[in-house]
């Protein structure tokens, strides 16, 4: 049996209750990102060793916790870029949406728009 070494060096620090991790490229952008959505709402992406807010929906998150201070299932748990993201920009979430007990979904087009380099917070 052939021994290998590894060992883990954290790339970021201080996000709380990640819950997925995905790499896609930004529209507009030449190399890949890693991205990280938080149960509570947030999206990050790290670019070039750099950590940066893609979205932040906790307004429309159901408040998460529970009175006995155990394990909450809801919040936002799924984030999935479409095929053709670079050239498209859609991508889907899964969230439990504020004032239901469920998940839900967008009726319409999320503002900002993640074609427009303008409307997004890639600074």
């Known amino acids: 049996m052939r021994k290998i070494k590894v060992s883990l060096q954290p790339i970021v620090k201080n996000i709380d209750l990640p ?4 790499t896609t490229i930004i ?7 890693l991205f990280i959505a938080t149960q509570v709402g947030r999206i990050f992406y790290i670019s070039k060793g750099a950590i940066n807010t893609f979205l932040d929906i906790r307004p429309r998150i159901i408040e998460l916790g529970t009175s006995n201070g155990g394990y909450d299932e809801r ?3 799924g ?3 479409h095929p053709s993201f670079y050239y498209n920009g859609l991508f889907y979430l899964h969230y439990s949406v504020a ?3 469920g998940p839900g979904a967008l009726s319409k087009p999320f503002d900002p728009n993640p074609c427009d ?4 917070n890639l600074k």
């Open 27 to 33: 529209p507009g952008d030449s190399s890949e990102s």
């Open 19 to 22: 819950t997925v991790l995905k």
């Open 79 to 81: 984030l999935a870029f």
């Open 75 to 77: 919040g936002l748990l």
């Open 99 to 101: 004032g239901t007990q």
């Open 117 to 120: 380099p303008e409307t997004l």
